[in-house]
């Protein structure tokens, strides 16, 4: 454990936003601007990517840093943004992933669900890809694809990297 301030953090989490794909628009002339901001569950620490412009199928490959308390109970936050200029920036979806996920094996993990799983001492990385998002904005929007409101708001993906502190 290391003590920044007064908190104490178990470890780092690399997280490697790849792309997104089939992102609804927010907008009314041009596809929506899209940007990632993550956070850990209680919101002290927030990043977040550069914004592509009109793009509904943007690639970033940043690579985004959060220091992590408790690796068992912490949840990393992903939100997809709308970045407008005129107007607060409008939320296109979002998704969350308990870090306790990294544990599992990238590989067929459901051989070990009768195993304990302990805490990793050394750096475990984990793809996700096509995590879908859901929720946002919740104002009526009028766009070209406003038929998919009700619908999922596109996929997700990245890569991540808990390293512990030693």
Sequence with gaps: MA??????????LLIK????????????????????AAEMEGGQ???RTKTVKDCANPVWD????????????DVLRLAVWDADTLSED??????EIPLR??????????????HVRRM???ATTRVFDDLILTGGDPHPCICVRLFQRNTPRGFLSVELTYQPLE
């Design 45 to 47: 620490q927030k990043v």
């Design 120 to 122: 990793p001492d050394v």
């Design 101 to 114: 996920h990294l544990l599992r094996r990238a590989s067929n993990d459901e051989h070990d669900e009768g």
């Design 3 to 12: 003590t920044i301030g007064s908190m104490q953090f178990s470890g780092v």
């Design 90 to 95: 409008d939320k296109i979806g979002h998704c």
């Design 17 to 36: 936003v790849k792309s997104a794909r089939q992102l609804i628009c927010l907008d009314v002339t041009s596809q929506s601007d899209p940007y990632v």
């Design 62 to 73: 940043e690579v985004l840093m959060l220091n992590v308390r408790n690796f068992r109970s």
